[in-house]
């Protein structure tokens, strides 16, 4: 299983398929299926939401290698914890949850060793940008220095549309903190583009 689950792989022949309306009854199926230990429907659960998974974790971490990691490991947690997820949910909620935990807690792990990333890359300095070109790559470049507080409340809500709620819920944290952080974010990311733009 654990090969199947190689972002390597993913990033080289898995392609997702969009999911509808229509494919929910077959997703359900699938979901089913791989409760029973079903390899063939998990990998194709896994090709349905690896890039959304795998975009919530590079944007949490901010780091591409650590987000393969999270993205792998996320899915392996998955697989061993199918059995816990009864459908209370959709399933791509459940598996972001299982994302975020995954990300939260490889961060609690090294903790030194995420400190000691920021300051190898605090001191390589970014590309200067010219004109409008690089404006979305300073918006994620803004993203990824926000501390890692605001940039978890950031992505979940701001740019996956969870509400406080959820994300405070997903991030074990209250309410209220969501709402801070978020106000957080914003004022820096506001303060960050505009230095950048002057």
């Given at each position: 299983m654990a090969a199947l689950l190689t972002a390597r792989a993913a990033a080289a022949g898995c392609e997702a398929v969009p999911v509808t309306a229509e494919s929910t009854a077959e997703e359900n199926g699938r979901i089913r299926k791989a409760q029973t230990g079903d390899s063939a429907a998990f990998e194709a659960l896994y090709r349905i939401h690896v890039d959304k998974v795998y975009g919530l974790c590079l944007r949490m971490?901010?780091?591409?290698?650590?987000?393969?990691?999270?993205?792998?490991?996320?899915?392996?947690?998955?697989?061993?914890?199918?059995?816990?997820?009864?459908?209370?949910?959709?399933?791509?909620?459940?598996?972001?949850?299982?994302?975020?935990?995954?990300?939260?807690?490889r961060m609690r792990k090294s903790r030194r060793e995420q400190d000691r990333i920021r300051v190898v890359s605090d001191v390589v300095s970014a590309p200067e940008t010219i004109g409008d070109s690089g404006g979305l790559r300073d918006l994620e470049q803004a993203i990824d220095e926000l501390?890692?507080?605001?940039?978890?409340?950031?992505?979940?809500?701001?740019?996956?549309?969870?509400?406080?709620?959820?994300?405070?819920?997903?991030?074990?944290?209250?309410?209220?903190?969501?709402?801070?952080?978020?106000?957080?974010?914003?004022?820096?990311?506001?303060?960050?583009?505009?230095?950048e733009c002057a």
């Amino acid at each position: 299983m654990a090969a199947l689950l190689t972002a390597r792989a993913a990033a080289a022949g898995c392609e997702a398929v969009p999911v509808t309306a229509e494919s929910t009854a077959e997703e359900n199926g699938r979901i089913r299926k791989a409760q029973t230990g079903d390899s063939a429907a998990f990998e194709a659960l896994y090709r349905i939401h690896v890039d959304k998974v795998y975009g919530l974790c590079l944007r949490m971490t901010g780091n591409v290698a650590e987000a393969e990691d999270c993205t792998q490991d996320a899915f392996i947690q998955a697989w061993s914890k199918l059995n816990n997820f009864r459908g209370e949910s959709a399933f791509s909620t459940w598996l972001h949850r299982v994302a975020v935990n995954t990300v939260l807690g490889r961060m609690r792990k090294s903790r030194r060793e995420q400190d000691r990333i920021r300051v190898v890359s605090d001191v390589v300095s970014a590309p200067e940008t010219i004109g409008d070109s690089g404006g979305l790559r300073d918006l994620e470049q803004a993203i990824d220095e926000l501390p890692s507080g605001a940039r978890h409340v950031f992505v979940l809500h701001a740019v996956y549309g969870y509400s406080h709620d959820e994300t405070s819920d997903m991030l074990g944290i209250a309410a209220g903190t969501s709402k801070a952080q978020l106000h957080r974010a914003r004022r820096l990311l506001a303060q960050q583009l505009k230095t950048e733009c002057a």
